[in-house]
Every structure is written in structure tokens, then in C-alpha cells.
């Protein structure tokens, strides 16, 4: 099911910009965003922490999908508590409000894809497949990946399979839905303002 919310770009903000204290900057830059978009947090160091559990507790990848996606509502209570134009939501419809009063949504993903059967409920699947499937699923047709490694202007698909850069999953739902997207890398934060104050453009 699409539920078309209007133009807005999914933005992963990657769980290592915690570790590398970039994260304030990136959301100090998101809040000032005059072009709508919607925050979908990584896990980083919370993921982590599930896969030692799944390693130490002899746990399903299902179950470790779960616990991973709770990992990323923790991350996303983080980025939500740094400033107030933030504003935490858990279905398409709160996503559209929180746009329409002017907010930055940051999804907190369990709600909507813990019984999601359209993506491998495993390691395959990571923040950046469920920020292209929310995109999917919101109908907006953009989706952006803020990573903590180096990307080359204009990376392509290509590119970012055989790097490793996202996951297989990413890839996938970008290309079945015809998804516009871009990557931004550490040097790359002047060109995500541009982008998100609408005097950029994202890729096909």
C-alpha cells in the first residue's frame, strides 16, 4: 500500500554519527530544512549491542530483526531529544501531520515494519533497505543516505553494492520502485543543506 503524503525526502541519518560526533551538526542542518523531509535513524552502536545478544543468547534473525528495529526507536528518541522542531512518529499518518505543521518527523520504525513480510526479516535488512521501503510506501520517491564513510558525488547503485555502502536490500526496493536517491558522505554536509533548502537536486 502507498500512502501518498506529498514531495519529501526520506533521510537515514546513520547510527555511526553518534560515534563520530557528527550527528549534532547533521541535525543542527535537518532542523533548518525548508524542503520537507523525514528523519529515519540507524541503530549504530544499539544494532551493535543486538548482535552480541543474538551471538551470546542463541536468538532467531527474527527475533534479531525486532530488537533491531526497537534499536532504532531508541536512536531516534536521541535525535528527536536535540531539538524541538523534531517530533517522533510511528505511521504514515503521523508522518503527514508532523509535515503539515511545519515539523521534521523522526520515524521510530517498529510499529509499521515488525510484521512487514515485503523485506527479509534478517541482516540483509538494515536502516537503509527500511528508509527506502518507507519512501516506497510514502509515495515521495526520494530517499537519502547520510553515512559516516567516504562517497563520490553521483554514486551509483553500482557502486554502492559492490562497496558495500547499503545493503542489498536498498538496492532492491530502489530499483523496483523507480526510487530517486543520493548519498551523502562526511565531506558532503554544505551539499545536504543545499539539498534540503531546495536549491539542490537528487539523483535518479
Not at 86 to 111: D, M, R, S
Not at 116 to 136: F, G, H, K, Q
Not at 167 to 191: N, Q
Request: charge should be neutral; include cysteine; glycine fraction near 8%.
Amino acid at each position: 500500500m502507498v500512502y501518498a503524503v506529498g514531495p519529501a525526502v526520506v533521510l537515514k541519518l546513520g547510527g555511526s554519527l553518534a560515534e563520530t560526533q557528527r550527528l549534532p551538526v547533521i541535525a543542527e542542518i535537518v532542523t533548518r530544512a525548508r524542503y520537507p523531509v523525514v528523519v529515519v535513524p540507524g541503530g549504530g552502536m544499539l544494532a551493535d549491542g543486538v548482535r552480541t545478544a543474538q551471538r551470546d543468547l542463541k536468538i532467531t534473525d527474527a527475533l534479531a530483526h525486532r530488537l533491531a528495529l526497537l534499536s532504532m526507536h531508541q536512536m531516534g528518541l536521541v535525535i528527536a531529544s536535540r531539538h524541538p522542531r523534531f517530533e517522533t512518529v510511528e505511521t504514515l499518518a503521523g508522518i503527514a501531520g508532523a509535515l503539515v505543521n511545519g515539523a521534521v518527523p523522526v520515524w521510530l520504525p517498529y510499529e509499521l515494519q515488525s510484521a512487514d513480510d515485503t523485506i527479509p526479516a534478517d541482516w540483509t535488512t538494515t536502516s537503509d533497505a527500511l528508509a527506502a521501503r518507507l519512501a516506497e510506501r510514502m509515495g515521495c520517491g526520494q530517499v537519502a543516505l547520510v553515512k559516516s564513510c567516504p562517497i563520490p558525488h553521483g554514486a551509483t547503485l553500482e557502486w554502492v553494492r559492490e562497496n558495500d555502502v547499503a545493503d542489498p536490500v536498498f538496492s532492491a526496493i530502489v530499483e523496483r520502485s523507480r526510487l530517486k536517491y543520493e548519498l551523502y558522505g562526511p565531506g558532503d554536509d554544505a551539499r545536504l543543506e543545499r539539498r534540503l533548502q531546495c536549491q539542490g537536486t537528487i539523483a535518479t
